[in-house]
């Protein structure tokens, strides 16, 4: 299972590192993938690293504030997240990719408990 750590609560330009460690079972050869859901809304798509780590992908809202990575050895993926926008505000998923090349929320799985960042005006 994946479990997603590091919300909390933060004013707006602030930063975040949020992490996504797995256990039970090895994702070093899984793309992994963050996704958000604001209250009242759908998944989104956050951000998504290949397994190697040399290929990342990031959704239009938070490029160039966002940055993915990982660590296989610590099986942990992990999400830093900068100049933070109170449209951020999100409980925060990791999961890992089963259909390679997709980036919705259905092509993904293992999903774990979210995170909850909340940042204020």
């Known amino acids: 299972q994946l479990q997603a750590s590091g919300g909390g609560l933060v004013q707006a330009g602030g930063s975040l590192r949020l992490s996504c460690a797995a256990s039970?079972?090895?994702?070093?050869?899984?793309?992994m993938g963050w996704f958000r859901q604001a209250p009242g809304k759908e998944h989104e798509f956050v951000a998504a690293i290949s397994w190697s780590g040399d290929t990342t992908y990031y959704g239009d809202s938070v490029k160039g504030r966002f940055t993915i990575s990982r660590d296989n050895a610590k099986n942990t993926v992990y999400l830093q997240m900068n100049s933070l926008k109170p449209e951020d505000t999100a409980v925060y998923y990791c999961a890992a990719q089963i259909v390679a090349g997709a980036h919705a929320p259905r092509y993904y799985a293992y999903w774990g408990q979210g995170t909850l960042v909340t940042v204020s005006s």
């Open positions: 039970g079972r090895t994702f070093s050869s899984y793309t």
